[in-house]
T-cell receptor
């Protein structure tokens, strides 16, 4: 069964450093998403991406964040200068296009980001 | 923000049916109801979705009230591996894709 994969599973970084989280969505999917979950809190939407551009983003997704689909298979989330409060699980998701209003999203296993 | 309300926690005896309720009183006519679950800190796992009719798959059944203002997820024979946080989400897919708004969900504990 196809699945979304994410690397690394755990990333430790120093405050102020740049990190790139990587995701390989399901191959025939056209929509890509990043969510995050701070320990003990809700899963929060960050950004959605379609046709090589951002389609929606939340207030959390500020100028420190960027997304890219560099090679047609990977989907990346970059945090330019990490802060302590960026420590969280980051989930990538993907979905197929649908003309019927239905849009099941498939989630990856997550990357745990720890900022020291 | 999440448009659903769910009880924060529930217990269920192993082998019994687990019935997880969800209120979505402001649902619009074209919004689907999705159920996901999250085991520990793993990625959310799709369970089932529905629009108006009741639905069943190999994992669960979804009962949606006629007015669509609430639904119930039924796990027919709960096992210890069903212990997880269960999320009810309502959403509609516009042309540019849609995001899911997760609430706090229901933490289901299956008791031996």
């Amino acid at each position: 069964e196809p699945e979304v994969t994410q690397t690394p599973s755990h990333q430790v970084t120093q405050m102020g450093q740049e990190v790139i989280l990587r995701c390989v969505p399901i191959s025939n999917h056209l929509y890509f998403y990043w969510y995050r979950q701070i320990l003990g809190q809700k899963v929060e939407f960050l950004v959605s991406f379609y046709n090589n551009e951002i389609s929606e983003k939340s207030e959390i997704f500020d100028d420190q964040f960027s997304v890219e689909r560099p090679d047609g298979s990977n989907f990346t989330l970059k945090i330019r200068s990490t802060k302590l409060e960026d420590s969280a699980m980051y989930f990538c998701a993907s979905s197929q296009a649908s003309s019927t209003g239905y849009n099941e999203q498939f989630f990856g296993p997550g990357t745990r980001l720890t900022v020291l | 923000d999440a448009k659903t309300t769910q009880p924060p926690s529930m217990d269920c005896a192993e082998g019994r049916a687990a019935n997880l309720p969800c209120n979505h009183s402001t649902i619009s006519g074209n919004e689907y109801v999705y159920w996901y679950r999250q085991i520990h800190s793993q990625g959310p796992q799709y369970i089932i979705h529905g629009l108006k009719n009741n639905e069943t798959n190999e994992m669960a059944s979804l009962i949606i009230t006629e007015d669509r203002k609430s639904s119930t997820l039924i796990l027919p024979h709960a096992t210890l591996r069903d212990t997880a946080v269960y999320y009810c989400i309502v959403s509609y897919y516009p042309n540019t894709g849609n995001q899911f708004y997760f609430g706090t969900g229901t933490s289901l504990t299956v008791i031996p």
